[in-house]
């Protein structure tokens, strides 16, 4: 079973930063793509921001400019670095990691456990 472990959720202030991490086996950390996600109470599970596994990243509009995902290869980790977050931004985030099979076509995916990230004064 693969496993996914996420750190550093929080409280933080309106306008703070806040980065999390999620820690990924190295055995499909370079044939994966990676992702964010997150979901506020009510709310669908939505798509924040994702890398490719050629680096290739791409990030919801309500983010832009503000969340910057990025991959450390030699610690196979990944990072979401969140700043000028707004109360907006309050939810669960999720680390995923998605491949598609190139002859059956499954999607693989796997989740991290999910970190609360609060934005509150």
């Known amino acids: 079973q693969v496993q996914l472990l996420e750190s550093g959720g929080g409280l933080v202030q309106p306008g703070g930063s806040l980065r999390l991490s999620c820690a990924v086996p190295?055995?499909?950390?370079?044939?994966?793509?990676m992702a964010w996600y997150r979901q506020a109470p009510g709310n669908k599970r939505e798509l924040v921001a994702a890398v490719t596994s050629d680096g290739t990243t791409d990030y919801t509009n309500s983010v832009k400019g503000r969340f910057t995902i990025s991959k450390d290869n030699a610690k196979t980790m990944v990072y979401l670095q969140m700043s000028s977050l707004k109360p907006e931004d309050t939810a669960i985030y999720y680390c995923?990691?998605?491949?598609?099979?190139?002859?059956?076509?499954?999607?693989?995916?796997?989740w991290g456990q999910g970190s609360q990230v609060t934005v509150s004064s």
């Open positions: 190295e055995t499909i950390f370079s044939i994966f793509n």
């Open positions: 995923n990691a998605n491949r598609e099979d190139r002859l059956t076509k499954v999607l693989l995916s796997y």
